[in-house]
């Protein structure tokens, strides 16, 4: 059965730094795409940054960039978001996902239970 759990959330100071890690299990973590999505209170879904595991693309929402870096670990089978600079409008419940295996099209099947992140003084 294909498994993400995430880790790394918590809180933090605006200004600060988390790193959030994702473990795959279950399939094939090569040539899919891997990513983050994140959700707040009353908001829609939103997807903040997404990397392929057998190539350069990334992905990241304009909201972030320069901020978060995705990065993947093909042979600890993970993927890190690393969040710089936080904000408090970057409070929400961040979630790993995954693609279909050997499609170029960034778009996700599988999906992590969430670690939390709340950026307050």
């Known amino acids: 059965e294909v498994q993400l759990v995430e880790s790394g959330g918590g809180l933090v100071q605006p200004g600060g730094s988390l790193r959030l890690s994702c473990a795959a299990s279950?399939?094939?973590?090569?040539?899919?795409?891997m990513g983050w999505f994140r959700q707040a209170p009353g908001k829609e879904r939103e997807e903040v940054a997404a990397?392929?595991?057998?190539?350069?693309?990334?992905y990241y929402a304009d909201s972030v960039k320069g901020r978060f870096t995705i990065s993947r670990d093909n042979a600890k089978i993970t993927v890190t978001l690393q969040m710089n600079t936080l904000k408090p409008e970057d409070t929400a419940m961040y979630y790993c996902?995954?693609?279909?295996?050997?499609?170029?099209?960034?778009?996700?099947?599988?999906w992590g239970q969430g670690t939390q992140v709340t950026v307050s003084s």
């Open positions: 279950g399939f094939t973590f090569s040539n899919r795409w």
């Open positions: 996902a995954a693609g279909r295996f050997a499609v170029r099209v960034r778009a996700f099947i599988y």
């Open positions: 990397i392929h595991t057998s190539s350069a693309l990334t």
